[in-house]
């Protein structure tokens, strides 16, 4: 089965630019995960659905951070304005139900905010 | 103290090598996770456990729940197992991952 794809793979923008991301998890999947991930630290999760409500984005700084998903399926996650502490990978995931479940993860989106 | 603690931090072996990693943790968990991430490459999910072993080729974990620890051992290593191995637990209340900060593992030839 295809994995959870993510695009870009590598962006850079200035501060105070605008950024968004895409991940189209597995088929079938009702639970999606967006992380970050600062270089030398763990995954920092920023939003959580299942379907195509929120369950969790409690972590997810909402003055420049947003997050949907559409139909239940496809998300994107939009940064505006960029600063320069976004640096960082952001992850994509996915599984079929929801927590305790396995995660499968896309390959990460790249981000470079000079 | 982190509610998830791996070691070690790094670890270098040579090729055929028998290599360990422990977490530990202190909070409940519904379920644990080992997690393999090579440089400027996603996450893979190893193995997800919630009692005793499990085995995949020259991969195997083991959880002891009442000692809230957790081992990852690789048999006969191979320089294709260089990664960060990172450990994660499942909470048993908001089920919530915590993330271990990571094991940087090198094989060398």
């Known amino acids: 089965e295809a994995g959870v794809a993510q695009s870009p793979r590598y962006k850079i923008i200035e501060k105070r630019q605008s950024v968004a991301f895409w991940c189209n998890p597995i088929?079938?999947?009702?639970?999606l995960y967006w992380y970050q991930q600062i270089l030398g630290q763990g995954p920092k999760l920023l939003i959580q659905?299942?379907?195509?409500?929120?369950?969790?984005d409690s972590q997810l700084p909402k003055d420049r951070f947003s997050a949907e998903r559409l139909k239940g399926v496809d998300s994107t996650l939009k940064i505006q304005p960029a600063k320069l502490e976004d640096s960082a990978v952001y992850l994509c995931a996915s599984s079929s139900r929801g927590w305790g479940e396995t995660q499968y993860f896309g390959p990460g989106t790249r981000l470079l905010v000079l | 103290k982190n509610e998830v603690e791996q070691s070690p931090q790094n670890l270098t072996a040579q090729e055929g090598e028998f290599i360990t990693i422990n977490c530990s943790y202190s909070?409940?968990?519904?379920?644990l996770h080992w997690l393999q991430q090579h440089p400027g490459g996603g996450i893979v999910s190893l193995f997800m456990l919630s009692s005793g072993k499990k085995k995949h080729g020259r991969l195997i974990a083991t959880i002891n729940i009442q000692e809230k620890h957790s081992s990852l051992h690789i048999t006969a290593s191979h320089p294709r197992d260089s990664a960060v191995y990172i450990c994660a637990v499942s909470g048993d209340s908001n089920y919530q991952l915590i993330w271990g900060a990571g094991t940087k593992l090198i094989i060398k030839p």
């Open positions: 909070v409940g968990i519904s379920a």
């Open positions: 088929s079938g999947h009702a639970t």
């Open positions: 659905f299942q379907n195509n409500g929120v369950v969790d």
